[in-house]
């Protein structure tokens, strides 16, 4: 299923089957739409997101987190299809200095941001934009981007906004997403929203 | 076009032609963020071209570049360019670019095409490919009288060892201003890789 521009209809003409499954593809499988979306009602170790569609083109990932460790900051990551092999490359440039980037070559995860935990600021989450684009094809290793924000307190040298792209060594599709912290649980109020973008016609 | 907020109905409302041209069409046609044209290379290319682009009513398109080079070499430049221009001073780029041990500011202007980071060719790792993503404000020309303008994040690799892996970002301008009805991703050498793709999407004002 695709997205294909829906034709001018002039009055009287009939609303058939075709054209309303033509609405329901571009709907459905065409535009940019949400696929998952869960707040946290209580700490919780692993945010999982399986059985993922594997009908669209593109995968958006927005995350707004907070960790319920005993320290200040606490580390996002995200391993796919359930691989902790070293197999994940990573390069994240950091905006808020004149630092070169670092690096994580093979890998057991990403790391896409650092989020406030319990003894960071009260009720200050972080939040992270993570892109993967063509996550179902099998031709190639699949490669992201993210954007973040680090901002675990008021103190201005604490905040950060980041921005990485990973590889993953592997050219099987996507069909998983398991986020962990670093150390401890996420926190209660912890969102996570999937959304997806299909191709053209 | 302008995305229209589609309002409760009763029962026994009537769906009008206007119903469907303006919450149904005009919405998922150019409300919403959707996909406009794609492209998957089965052969090498030089260029991935989009021609006949119709782009007005779009407030911002995305370009999704996933690609990889054929040149002998680790890596080429990617470049984009829009109605065919490859005229020195109709673009110009500001771009960051870091990797283990440096980071880079970088300006290029005049320049003949969007100038992005490097994308993986013939001799890095195989199977890995660079991915750049371009936003395009007003690229229907709704706003002519300026420049377009053009932003994107990027990242690339050309082998499994410290210091090949960059991500960047940059902004761009189109000196040219005018509608947008074709797009060519072009490389400094060689030619685009098979299995290199490139999605664009693209969504309306409020």
Redesign the interface.
Known sequence: M??D?????????T?TEALWDQ?AA??NY????PLADSTLGSSQTTITLSSIDQDF??LLLLITGRGAAATSQVNLYVNVNQDTGNRY?????NLSS??????D??AAKWTIAGFPAATGTTNRFGAVKL?L??YA?T???K???W?NNRMRDNTATNFLTQ?????W?D?SAISRIDLTLSSGDFAAGTRVTLHA????A | MTYTAIPDAATLDT?T?AM??TY??DN??AG???????TTLTATATTIDFQNLSLAGFREIMV?L?G?GTTAAATTNVGLRFNGSSTSGDYETAY?T??????ATLLTAPDTRVKGITIPAASAPT?????H?YWITQPGGDDTGWPTHISY?????YA????S?????GAASWMDGTPITRITAVLDTGDFAV?S?V?I?G?ADI
Not at chain 1, 5 to 13: E, I
Not at chain 1, 30 to 33: F, H, L
Not at chain 1, 98 to 103: D, K, L, Q, T
Request: glycine share 12%; aromatic share 14%; hydrophobic share 45%.
């Open positions: 695709s997205f521009a829906l034709p001018f209809k002039d009055y009287g003409d609303l609405v571009a709907v065409g535009a940019m739409r083109a593109v490359d990573a390069e994240v440039m004149s630092a070169a980037g670092a690096e070559l093979a892109w684009p063509f094809d031709g190639f290793h490669s992201v981007m954007q921005f990485g792209a990973g590889w060594r050219t973008m299909g191709s053209p | 769906f032609e469907y041209q149904w069409r998922l046609n919403v963020l959707r996909p406009i044209a794609e999704l996933h990889r960051w870091t990797n283990s041990t440096t980071k199977s890995v490919f660079g991915l993503m994040i990027a990242g690339s690799k499994h060892s410290t210091g892996q960059y991500c960047g970002f299995g793709r999605l999407a969504a």
